[in-house]
Nanobody, 125 residues
């Protein structure tokens, strides 16, 4: 059973930066696709970024050129570096992993079978 634990959320002013971390309970990056979703209360979950086993990355248009997903295989940790933050980036951010052999780059929630508890990011104007 894979367990994911996020950290690094917090409050920041617009234009600032945060780095989210996600520690996995077992070594998964060689076999799982991993990524980040976010959700605002009352709205659907939005795929933010993913990284495949082959290190291919994909980003939502709303975060391209501002966010960077990366991982440290030795530490079993996934990261999301968020720069030039905007108030509309305010959300709960979830670390996710999928054991499927293939997932859509559109990041459809039901394709991701492991979810962390989430970490809150709040960006003030």
């Amino acid at each position: 059973q894979v367990q994911l634990a996020e950290s690094g959320g917090g409050s920041v002013q617009a234009g600032g930066s945060l780095r989210l971390s996600c520690a996995a309970s077992i070594s998964i990056f060689g076999t799982y696709v991993t990524g980040w979703f976010r959700q605002v209360p009352g709205k659907a979950r939005e795929g933010v970024a993913l990284i495949t086993r082959a290190d291919i990355t994909s980003y939502a248009d709303s975060v391209k050129d501002r966010f960077t997903i990366s991982r440290d295989n030795a530490k079993n940790t996934l990261y999301l570096q968020m720069n030039s933050l905007k108030p509309e980036d305010t959300a709960m951010y979830y670390c996710v992993a999928s054991s499927r052999g293939r997932v859509s780059f559109r990041m459809i929630p039901y394709e991701w079978n492991y979810w962390g508890q989430g970490t809150q990011v709040t960006v003030s104007s």
